[in-house]
């Protein structure tokens, strides 16, 4: 009887991971950004309007279920004085990029809006300036900047996206610096 059991305990376990193997081989995983693919975007908000564009140049899948997406981009943002009339501030800068989709994730029948989602962050290199009316001494600004956002695609080519990014600071008198950042809803597009 023990041997019986065991047996069967070792049939079932082999038939398991068979069957996990080929599940998991089968499914073709399509994120809504996948590598070869180029992206433009353009926003406005708070901080004035943004815009830019991406190339997508590298892909994993983890665990079979979750693409990352990996890129290059450049942003930039211009704030013509849009909330605040005493400046006007420019910025550009070039960063490294990650996707992850959610396009293929199986999700309770109540959560399936969730898979039109696209989570992505940036990381780089920017260039700030601008001008006041206040300040004559401004001085632009290199640095580490980054954004961030979230796109909920409508189309496997269009999506609407909510977008926070950071591109360096410029400089004031002598100590003071001020941010150069913008907050924008916008769209995406593929190209």
């Not at 290059?72 to 070039?94: K, L, Q, S, Y």
């Amino acid at each position: 009887m023990k041997k019986v059991l065991i047996l069967l305990l070792t049939l079932t376990l082999v038939a398991g991971f068979a069957f996990a193997q080929e599940k998991a081989s089968s499914v073709e995983l399509t994120p809504y950004v996948d590598k070869g693919e180029f992206l433009a975007n353009v926003g406005i908000g708070w901080g004035g309007l943004s815009g830019g564009a991406e190339f997508t140049f590298y892909r994993i899948d983890i665990g079979g279920i979750l693409p990352l997406t990996f890129g290059a981009a450049a942003r930039a943002c211009v704030d013509p004085g849009i909330f605040d009339a005493n400046w006007t501030t420019f910025a550009a800068g070039g960063f490294a990029t990650g996707h992850v989709g959610f396009k293929e994730i199986n999700l309770p029948s109540g959560l399936t809006f969730l898979s039109n989602f696209d989570a992505y962050v940036g990381l780089g290199i920017g260039f700030a300036s601008g001008t006041s009316d206040y300040y004559n001494d401004i001085k632009p600004g290199i640095g580490i900047s980054t954004f961030e956002g979230a796109a909920y695609y409508l189309s496997d080519t269009f999506a609407i996206n909510l977008e926070y990014g950071y591109i360096g600071r410029i400089q004031y008198w002598s100590t003071w610096s001020y941010p150069v950042w913008y907050s924008t809803i916008g769209v995406i597009l593929k190209l």
